[in-house]
């Protein structure tokens, strides 16, 4: 079973892109993240023609994440728990059945958190990262394979820049933010990239300025975490560099893994 996230920026704006790389990578469940669309708003003909299921929680404009899957989901929950009054469109969770049981799998969109001296949104931030601790640990008492997918804004180690410098005191780097993602792995969650890779650079996300595409001035911000049930099974990932050079690209490319699991068929 492949799985995959991907930060689209704009599903409208990259409906091509989208279409032609579920076409290229045939993924079974993706993540997607900044749909940036209302959910009536979501482009369904082009992919369900593809095959796939299409779960969302949209925003106007900002935000919002879906899920694609080769089959339909046996629940759906949108937005993180612990968020009263929360409207940001960061989170949804499928339950989706495999030979043998069941898979969790998670799409989220952590906050930016920049400036880092803005009196809400680095706290927004950092509170939005204790929620989703909290939840992680809630699921993983179920003692069910957990995949949390997406782009958490999080620079976990300073080989996942392309100069610390220059990221050192940004949110997406400060030590109360990777302290959180530590958080994250301290629970039993395993970073499915590394664990599979200790290549350098390896980046998900190259800025549209300053040339960072072309002088690999890229981070890696993008997340596949997974829980003990689901680490067991990885097979391999994989960041898929080549879509950041077609026409019209997102900032950030899909990053992918294989699992030793088949979506049931009688789902």
């Not at 930016?112 to 680095?122: F, I, R, S, T, W």
């Not at 927004?124 to 958490?152: N, T």
């Not at 300073?158 to 530590?182: G, I, M, N, S």
């Not at 970073?191 to 300053?210: E, G, I, M």
Request: with cysteine; aromatic share 10%; proline share 7%.
């Amino acid at each position: 079973m492949k799985i995959a996230t991907w930060n689209i920026n704009g599903v409208r704006a990259r409906i091509d892109n989208l279409v032609a790389w579920l076409k290229e990578s045939n993924p079974d469940i993706v993540g997607l993240q900044e749909i940036k669309t209302v959910d009536e708003g979501f482009p369904r003909a082009e992919i369900e023609a593809l095959g796939y299921h299409i779960e969302t929680h949209g925003q106007k404009g900002f935000n919002g994440v879906a899920l694609l899957s080769k089959i339909r989901p046996d629940e759906v929950n949108r937005g993180l728990p612990g968020g009263e009054g929360d409207e940001q469109s960061r989170f949804i969770e499928g339950v989706f059945s495999v030979e043998g049981g069941a898979i969790r799998f998670c799409c989220l969109y952590l906050p930016n958190g920049n400036p880092p001296d803005d009196p809400v949104k680095y706290p927004y931030k950092l509170s939005w990262m204790d929620r989703l601790v909290a939840f992680a640990e809630d699921r993983l008492a179920l003692e069910e394979p957990l995949i949390l997918a997406g782009d958490y804004n999080v620079i976990p180690e300073p080989h996942d820049c392309w100069d610390v410098k220059v990221w050192e005191r940004d949110a997406l780097y400060l030590p109360p933010t990777r302290q959180a993602f530590r958080r994250l792995e301290n629970l039993g969650l395993t970073d499915a990239v590394r664990a599979s890779s200790d290549a350098t650079p390896l980046y998900t996300f190259w800025d549209y300025q300053a040339g960072a595409w072309p002088k690999n001035n890229g981070i890696r911000i993008d997340h596949l975490m997974l829980s003990a049930e689901a680490s067991d099974r990885l097979v391999s990932t994989d960041v898929e560099k080549h879509v950041r050079n077609w026409e019209k690209p997102s900032d950030h490319v899909p990053v992918v893994a294989v699992l030793d699991y088949a979506l049931s068929a009688a789902a």
